[in-house]
């Protein structure tokens, strides 16, 4: 890449296990177990950012990245990291000082008890719920939710237009998303408490990726977790059920930071980002990348330049 160094994507398996073994939660990505600092709130020396393991949150990382860099500010990006239990204390130790996250999932990941789904009032819940360190700058306009997707054909044949519409069916569909919704609220676990319902099997696959929509067209689930932004949900006239209980809070993109790179120069160049960018438009920059088979980088760069973020 010729003006930002990217640092491969998976790091090696034999660091997976010091990730879990860390009593503490905090560890090293790199083995080393670097210490999380308060500092001076400075980009000076750079910053790195993050992304999680699936394509969007990898576009907004190098969004981060283009507007950041035309702000004087250098940076490297570490994409498809890997989920929250990851990211996260890889932000805390060091090892990444940036991250594009989502406002709802980001609060129930932190407290999983928090009911918030106002934007203004997830944001203000965020500040008192996140570790010492890390802060959430101003959250954009774009948002990308979690839905709970199934088939034209699935909706016709059960009578299925909302999450509720599930308990009439418990103990025979069949539910795909990545392992860690089996244990979140906004997923199996809320989905049981909330609206009641059984699932007869819950599969381990991917984020809105190939292997859940795959599986999805197969029939091998029956439900799948997808996101909101996810041109394929359109593409394939599927269905998103409705939350009319509300379990799935709002979902505007937010940058987590580490306060030790949180300066004035990062706080603009991210806030212009967030007031430009919108759901439409990172939508289309996911079906570039998922259906054009365009590097995410590229994207993300084309984009900046385009609504004058960049030069």
Same mark, same amino acid.
């Given at each position: ?50 992304? !999680?393991?699936?394509?969007?949150? =990898? #576009? *907004?990382? &190098?969004?981060? %990245?283009?507007?950041?860099? /035309?702000?004087? $500010? ?54 008192? !719920?996140?570790?010492?360190?890390? =802060? #959430? *700058?101003? &959250?954009?306009? %774009?948002?990308?939710?979690? /839905?709970?997707? $199934? ?72 439900? /799948? ?87």
């Amino acid at each position: 890449m010729n003006r930002r160094t990217v640092i491969g994507g998976l790091f090696a398996a034999a660091s997976v296990p010091a990730l879990s073994a860390c009593a503490g939660g905090i560890t090293s990505l790199d083995g080393e177990g670097a210490a999380a600092g308060g500092g001076s709130g400075s980009s000076k020396s750079g910053i790195t950012i993050g992304t !999680a393991n699936f394509t969007e949150n =990898q #576009v *907004l990382g &190098y969004l981060y %990245a283009a507007v950041l860099e /035309a702000a004087g $500010v250098k940076t490297k990006v570490r994409p498809n990291l890997g989920t929250r239990e990851i990211v996260i204390p890889a932000l805390r130790g060091g090892d990444i000082d940036l991250l594009p996250e989502y406002q709802g999932a980001l609060l129930t990941y932190l407290d999983p008890k928090a009911t918030a789904t106002e934007e203004g009032e997830m944001q203000n819940d965020l500040a008192i !719920a996140l570790p010492a360190g890390l =802060q #959430v *700058l101003p &959250y954009g306009t %774009a948002e990308d939710a979690d /839905a709970f997707v $199934v088939t034209r054909e699935t909706a016709r044949t059960y009578g299925l237009t909302s999450l509720a519409d599930l308990k009439k069916q418990n103990g025979r569909l069949v539910i795909g998303a990545a392992p860690e919704v089996k244990t979140r609220r906004v997923g199996a676990v809320g989905i049981k408490d909330v609206y009641g319902v059984e699932f007869k099997e819950f599969k381990s696959l991917d984020s809105s990726g190939p292997l859940v929509k795959g599986a999805l067209k197969k029939g091998d689930v029956d439900v /799948a977790n997808m996101f909101t932004t996810d041109t394929d949900i359109l593409a394939n006239d599927w269905v998103v059920l409705t939350d009319p209980e509300n379990l799935i809070p709002g979902q505007h993109i937010v940058p987590l930071i580490a306060d030790r790179k949180a300066d004035s120069t990062v706080r603009k160049a991210l806030a212009r980002l967030g007031n430009v960018l919108t759901t439409e438009q990172l939508t289309e920059l996911n079906r570039q990348v998922d259906k054009d088979k365009k590097d995410p980088e590229d994207v993300a760069d084309a984009y900046a330049k385009q609504h004058g973020l960049a030069k």
